[in-house]
């Protein structure tokens, strides 16, 4: 016997590490509960208890959401906003007694938390990356350091970044910038990694002979895939000779948390005339078991929080940062012709910005925008104890993290 952690539930059969298991008893079971498995069954039971019928006041349950800097519930498909002092950490929480807020420093030139999670222990596990720079004036950060797992604050992993200046010979200006993480219990990790560099800082000035690169990686245990790499040398007309490669996401799974991931679909072209590296992609994100929820155009680099809450329902959460920080286009006789073939239609192709969303049926509806700072979405069974853990949990200090 052990515990496990359900991701999805389809009547009696539940879901939980990859598997689909068979609930005997009469206990309830909702996505995000950590459950008692041999690896076929969920064992529980509810007992009303005595020989005479107990009836009691049930309690109201809900999902925490900490988006736009609020605290608020979603309940019976509406947002409800809890009216509480807030602090602008990310919000990681396991069931109504454990409230964690986590320090989420950005934007630039510091370390970030890019993802947490935490087990049915209260382990909890963090990845935290960086936005560095070099230029004329030194480096910001300093030390570069590295992008590090740990858990309950020890680290338990690490990915060097050092390496990664040494290999461009371009002096003036790089920057390394990290987005879009995951974390899982287990210790799988994952996190995409751009690198700008120039050899002139005043490269907004156009001065011939500048070159510049864009390039992304997607890192994680097995090493760094390169998704993205542009470069461009300025000539005396403004710009440029260019190359580009954007093959290196095709067939990449990109995990976002409890089995959930995404594939990259197409993305948006740059133009001829610009560097840049590309922006709005479309992808789909699938069910643990493959199953197609919804396909749609995002940031590069987002972050999703997922919660099945029904059949063919899903809480989506929405949170991307940008990590590009250098860019060039073509001006006057120099130009190339913009042409595509208007299938693509990215003109019209918007991404869907940072906010909460309800998905139906692969259709979403946005329900408040803002950063969504919420790491895991799980259930609640009694919301009024949770929002005394909540207000506790904001009022216990300036501590990294407070745990009830």
């Known amino acids: 016997m052990h515990r496990a952690r359900v991701t999805e539930v389809r009547g009696k059969k539940v879901l939980a590490e990859g598997k689909w298991l068979t609930v005997i008893g009469n206990r309830s079971v909702h996505s995000g509960d950590w459950v008692w498995t041999d690896g076929r069954c969920i064992y529980g039971h509810e007992s009303a208890g005595g020989s005479a019928l107990v009836l009691g006041k049930r309690r109201e349950s809900g999902v925490p959401v900490y988006v736009g800097a609020r605290h608020c519930l979603y309940q019976r498909g509406a947002l409800r906003n809890l009216h509480v002092d807030y602090e602008y950490r990310g919000l990681l929480y396991l069931g109504a007694h454990a409230a964690h807020l986590l320090p989420h420093p950005y934007p630039q030139r510091k370390q970030q938390l890019l ?12 990845l935290t990356g960086v936005y560095w720079t070099l230029d004329e004036d030194g480096m910001w950060p300093a030390p570069l350091g590295a992008v590090r ?9 690490a990915h060097d970044l050092r390496s990664y200046y040494e290999m461009f010979k371009l002096p003036h200006y790089t920057s390394i910038v990290t987005g879009g993480g995951h974390i899982d219990c287990e210790g799988n990790w994952g996190f995409y990694l751009e690198i700008d560099a120039s050899s002139d800082g005043r490269y907004n000035e156009k001065r011939p002979g500048t070159e510049l690169t864009n390039t992304v990686y997607y890192v994680d245990s097995g090493g760094a895939r390169q998704l993205f790499h542009d470069y461009a040398r300025l000539n005396e007309k403004g710009f440029i000779r260019k190359s580009e490669k954007h093959t290196g996401a095709r067939g990449k799974k990109f995990p976002i948390h409890d089995g959930y991931y995404y594939m990259w679909n197409q993305y948006a072209p740059t133009g001829a005339n610009f560097l840049s590296r590309p922006e709005r992609i479309i992808l789909t994100i699938f069910t643990p078991t493959g199953d197609k929820i919804l396909t749609g155009c995002f940031r590069l680099g987002t972050r999703f929080t997922i919660l099945r809450i029904g059949d063919g329902q899903y809480l989506l959460g929405v949170h991307s940062v940008t990590t590009q920080t250098l860019s060039m286009f073509t001006t006057g006789e120099d130009q190339v012709p913009e042409v595509y073939p208007p299938e693509w239609g990215w003109d019209v192709v918007h991404p869907f910005e940072n906010g909460l969303y309800l998905c139906k049926d692969g259709l979403l509806q946005k329900l408040t925008e803002g950063d969504c700072d919420t790491f895991r979405f799980r259930r609640v069974r009694d919301i009024k104890t949770w929002e005394k853990t909540l207000k506790n949990a904001i009022q216990g200090g300036s501590k990294s993290w407070k745990t009830l």
Request: no cysteine.
């Open 115 to 126: 993802d947490a999670d935490m087990d049915a222990a209260g382990n909890i596990f963090t």
């Open 149 to 157: 797992v740990e858990k309950n604050g020890k680290e338990i992993a």
